[in-house]
Each structure stands twice: as C-alpha cells, then as structure tokens.
C-alpha cells in the first residue's frame, strides 16, 4: 500500500482570499479542484481566509483595543481561514468528493514561538497522509500553525504561500499551484501601468526581489523555501490562462530588466551629527534588530569625529524605531533626527542588472530627462533600488516601463 501510495503524484494548490470572496466563487474553486482530482491528481488545497476576512477580523481588534495582545490577535485572526476550509470542504462534498479540513496545527505545521510573525520549524503531515491514502481531498488553513508549547501563532501577511510550499517540501513535491485573482506575475502592477506584461517565466532571485520590494503577488517566504528546496511555483488563475513559472533559471543572455516594483510606505530616517564612538553603527543597527525593525538601506558619510547617516525602513516601524534611536542618543551623541514619510522606493529588477552600466546609465538618464530626483540609490546583483518623492514614483515607474519595453 505505501509502495502504491507513493507513485500516486501529491500537488499542493494554493487559492487566494479574493478568489474564495463568497460562497459562488468556493463553488468555482471547489469544481477546480474535482476535475484536477478526477485526472488522477492527489489534493492538497491550501486557503486563505475569505476576501477581507483577515482586516475585518483585525478591525475587530482595534476596536476593542488599540494594542491587542498579540497571543489573542493570532487566535481572532486563524478564525478566518477555518471559515474558509470548513465551506470549500463542504463545497466539494457536494460535488460528490470526500474532502477533510484541517487547521494548521492538525496539519503539522510546528512553527517558533513569535505570535502574528512566526516562522515554520518544521512540517509533520501524519494526518495529511493518512487522509491522502484514503481518497481523501486535504483543505488546509493557510497562515497558520502551532508553536512548540502547543499556542496558535499566525506567519504574517501572505503567509498561506509559506504554508503551500513548506507542504509541498515535506509531502514530496516537486510543484506547487498558487492560484491568484491576477493570475500571473506581472513586470508592473497593472494598477500603475495598465498595460503592463505578464512574465512567464522568472527566476526565484528575481522574484525573491519583486516580492520582497513590493509587488504583492508571491510571498518572498515562499519563494525561498521553493529555492532552497528546487520545488518548481506556478501562479495561475482558474480560468486556465497560462500564467507565470518561478523556477531555477541560468544566466545565458546579457541583463535585461525583468519588472519594477514600487513600495510607497517606505519611510526615511537621518541622523545627524552622530558621534563616531567606538561601535556607534552596531549599536544602532542592533537596537533595531532586537525589535524586529528590518532596514532596508544603511547608509552614512565619512566624518573624523561625527558623521550623518540615513537607512530605510517600513512606514510602519517609523514610530517604533525613532522611539528606540531617541533613546540610544542618551548613550551616543545625536544631533538631530529626521523622518521623511514622504518619500517611495522604486526597484527595477532584472538578474546582472546592478553590475551592467549601460542599464544604471538609461535609468538615471531617463529619470532626470523628467526631472525626478533621486534621495538614494542601492544596487545588487539583480536590483536598482531608487528612493525618491512619493508623489514622483508614478511618472518614474511609467517612463521606465516605456524604456524597457515592459508594456504589452
């Protein structure tokens, strides 16, 4: 029996929020499913909650409290996707399937400690075997698992990819299936060039990058387990329209940019006249990192004894991290501290970009020839990062996409 369970192929399929909105479109979902299911496919569903569950449900918190405590917030958040497994079982059930849903728990799914922003430790599919081996259609509760001492924690925004890939890792699979509303990877949110191009196919460093500077579709996370583990991510939608492979690609062609992706909450911190000490960068950085607080960009000029210095981080954290340098100025000698919410990064993508001149060259000419000017650049290997104005990233991005021919 195991011998025979073994040959039978497990494909993991992950479906959005948006695509699970209301009880019609689970029924279009659910009959997804049964015809992959009646091709001799074996299914794992993964879900997120339905549509704006999730914001609903934190609504609620806020409501209550202003700070609620996380432990509580991850129990009130999982609700939604225990909604959502409970009715696309049902739905497939009518279809005349047998369908079992599973929390993230009884999935196996053991993640550290850290409510609203764990990480998966490992994944232990015993149920998600036995119920495979008997015929049975898994719906698994996306976004969430269970910490070591057994208390419900949640993997962040967009955590039901990590959820998709981490089973597709642990029950064998070379393939994960995420089904998105937009089905596809795009060069440019179609909400800032309209007529932007879908990607077909896209390396996971380039996608990593796209994912992790803005463009929403794929979780980061995701793409770095598929990486490290060589599981192949296809976005699709349920319309059958091809959609976007992110796979391991090799190099064969000079760079060429793949697709930009622009995050406007963003914020700027500068300090100035900061107190060259023994350490003074470390003890900077540290702090931030002891609270979670992800730097994007560090950056600083030279100076004997003092030297000003600027890093880029979430919007979000703004508050938090200038509370924390306010009071490490006790300790260094600090000048002056700036915030800037006014500003947006705009990252052009594409693997060999940041070494190859000819591309930095076009993007700042094209950029100047607009008269966007630019507080900060970074590069990588596959990334120009590019922080300017908020309200100059639309023109920017546009112009950019012109140039190197990412529209249709």
Known sequence: MAFLYSLVRVVVKKFGGKLLQNTERIKQVAETVVQDKRSG???????????????QLFNLARQITPTPPIRELDMLLTAG?????????????????????FTGSQSGIITDPHHTRARIVRVTPVRIRDELAKGKIVVVAGFQGVSENREITTLGRGGSDITAVALSKSLGSNECELYK??????????????????????????????????????????????????????????????????????????????????????????????????????????????????????????????????????????????????????RLTIKQII?????????VIGSGIGSDSHILSTVFSVLSKDHVHIDAVYTSEVRIALVMKREQTDLAVRSLATTFGLKK
Not at 85 to 101: C, K, P, Q, T, Y
Not at 339 to 347: A, E, I, P, T, Y
């Open 41 to 55: 496919q074996e299914i794992v569903c993964v879900v997120s909650a339905m549509g704006d569950t999730t914001n």
């Open 181 to 330: 509303e937009v089905g596809g990877i795009y060069s440019v949110d179609p909400h800032l060039v309209h007529d932007s191009k879908k990607i077909e196919r896209i390396s996971y460093t380039e996608m990593v990058e796209l994912a992790a500077l803005g463009a929403g579709v794929v979780h980061p996370r995701a793409v770095e387990i598929a990486e490290r583990n060589k599981i192949v991510i296809r976005v699709r939608s349920l319309n059958g329209e091809v959609g976007t492979v992110i796979e391991e690609q090799q190099a064969i062609e000079k760079p060429s940019v793949k697709g930009m992706a622009v995050d406007e909450k963003i914020a700027m911190v500068t300090l100035l006249g900061v107190s060259r000490t023994s350490g003074f960068l470390e003890q900077i950085i540290s702090i931030l990192a002891e609270h979670n607080i992800p730097v994007r960009f560090f950056f600083h000029g030279a100076g004997d004894e003092a030297c000003d210095l600027s890093f880029i981080i979430s919007e979000d954290d703004c508050d938090c991290a200038l509370s924390l340098i306010e009071n490490l100025s006790k």
């Open 339 to 347: 915030c800037r919410k006014d500003v947006g990064q705009l990252s």
């Open 81 to 101: 996707e225990r909604i959502s497994i409970s009715l696309l079982s049902m739905a497939i059930h009518s279809l005349g399937f047998d369908a079992i849903s």
